[in-house]
């Protein structure tokens, strides 16, 4: 499994952020222009950039997105070659791949929130958890990217109540779909980020950090 990532603190410069939409196909050009903002614009624009590096990184002949396919949920997949998920928060984007099984990848920006807004999100002994320090907010963003990225790897959006998926450490027990490991992936004080998988981790994670 490999996390690529890139840091987007200014906007590209209008010639390399058309060269760089001019890559992909027209149905993913028509969702990144409706975006408002320059921010979304550019980090939608770069996880598909990160995606196609992965690509060509795995020895893939062919890297035009428009291999992309969706489920009925509208998760993109390229069935047989890799499966991949991509996420993006603040200044930072992220893609993960795997070669076999699904992944899901999910990283939240450590910020103070009202965290009873999301009180109906988790379990009775997750509640405790969350909840016993009110200015923990730490605890609160791992056990939700924890949450977010096993759904993302299972792919049925918001069908799956969060209050379905129990966290245990490193272990989500998810109704109806059995367990599911997550694993941290490190970045600064600033990000948590998790990666939830079927199987276990055997192999190191390896993280790239690539720039446009």
């Given at each position: 499994?490999?996390?690529?990532?890139?840091?987007?603190?200014?906007?590209?410069?209008?010639?390399?952020?058309?060269?760089?939409?001019?890559?992909?196909?027209?149905?993913?050009?028509?969702?990144?222009?409706?975006?408002?903002?320059?921010?979304?614009?550019?980090?939608?624009?770069?996880?598909?950039?990160?995606?196609?590096?992965?690509?060509?990184?795995?020895?893939?002949?062919?890297?035009?997105?428009?291999?992309?396919?969706?489920?009925?949920?509208?998760?993109?997949?390229?069935?047989?070659?890799?499966?991949?998920?991509?996420?993006?928060s603040?200044?930072?984007?992220?893609?993960?791949?795997?070669?076999?099984?699904?992944?899901?990848?999910?990283?939240?920006?450590?910020?103070?929130?009202?965290?009873?807004?999301?009180?109906?999100?988790?379990?009775?002994t997750?509640?405790?958890a969350?909840?016993?320090?009110p200015?923990?907010?730490?605890?609160?963003?791992?056990?939700?990217?924890?949450?977010?990225?096993?759904?993302?790897?299972?792919?049925?959006?918001?069908?799956?109540?969060?209050?379905?998926?129990?966290?245990?450490?490193?272990?989500?027990?998810?109704?109806?779909?059995?367990?599911?490991?997550?694993?941290?992936?490190?970045?600064?004080?600033?990000?948590?980020?998790?990666?939830?998988?079927?199987?276990?981790?055997?192999d190191?994670?390896?993280?790239?950090?690539?720039?446009?």
């Open positions: 499994m490999r996390v690529y990532y890139a840091i987007v603190t200014q906007p590209l410069n209008d010639l390399d952020f058309k060269r760089y939409l001019d890559q992909m196909p027209p149905f993913i050009q028509q969702k990144i222009g409706r975006y408002k903002n320059w921010e979304d614009a550019h980090t939608s624009l770069l996880g598909k950039l990160l995606l196609i590096q992965a690509l060509q990184d795995s020895g893939v002949q062919k890297t035009d997105l428009s291999l992309l396919t969706y489920n009925q949920y509208g998760r993109p997949s390229i069935p047989g070659i890799i499966d991949f998920n991509i996420s993006h603040g200044t930072l984007v992220l893609c993960a791949i795997a070669t076999s099984g699904t992944i899901g990848i999910d990283a939240e920006v450590v910020k103070p929130i009202n965290k009873m807004d999301f009180y109906n999100c988790w379990t009775p997750e509640v405790k969350i909840y016993d320090d200015d923990d907010y730490k605890t609160f963003y791992s056990h939700w990217t924890k949450k977010e990225a096993v759904v993302k790897a299972i792919g049925n959006g918001l069908n799956i109540p969060l209050t379905d998926i129990e966290i245990n450490g490193d272990l989500a027990t998810v109704a109806h779909h059995g367990n599911w490991y997550v694993k941290e992936i490190p970045f600064s004080e600033k990000y948590i980020v998790h990666m939830a998988a079927k199987e276990p981790y055997g190191p994670i390896v993280v790239i950090q690539k720039e446009f």
